[in-house]
């Protein structure tokens, strides 16, 4: 088992920017694939961004590219989202996802989420 746990949401104005954290407790992440998903109110779960911890890369969700930044931390159990120049279409859930490689395309490991509410 992986445990990950969320933080950073709150309550922005649109345009502002929030920075959300991901921090694996009890061990390194350094061979996980970590990534971003959010879940908007009565909408379903989509990507956000992801970070290969291996090898270094990322790729974003075209409804976020430019605007979102994906990185991993300094201590190697945590990863954080930048959000910059937030819109009203960016409120939801954000949740914290990591696999490995033998997963596949699913990840199996989440965290609890934690809510991003853009206004206006």
């Known amino acids: 088992q992986v445990q990950l746990i969320e933080s950073g949401g709150g309550l922005v104005q649109a345009g502002g920017s929030l920075r959300l954290s991901c921090v694996a407790p009890?061990?390194?992440?350094?061979?996980?694939?970590m990534a971003w998903f959010r879940r908007a109110p009565g909408k379903e779960r989509e990507f956000v961004a992801a970070?290969?911890?291996?090898?270094?890369?990322?790729n974003y969700s075209d409804a976020v590219k430019n605007r979102f930044t994906i990185s991993r931390g300094n201590a190697k159990n945590t990863m954080s989202l930048q959000m910059n120049s937030l819109q009203l279409e960016d409120t939801a859930v954000y949740y914290c996802?990591?696999?490995?490689?033998?997963?596949?395309?699913?990840?199996?490991?989440w965290g609890q989420g934690t809510q991003v509410t853009v206004s206006s």
């Open positions: 009890a061990r390194t992440l350094s061979n996980y694939h």
């Open positions: 996802a990591a696999k490995t490689s033998s997963s596949g395309t699913v990840y199996p490991y």
């Open positions: 970070i290969n911890w291996n090898g270094g890369t990322t």
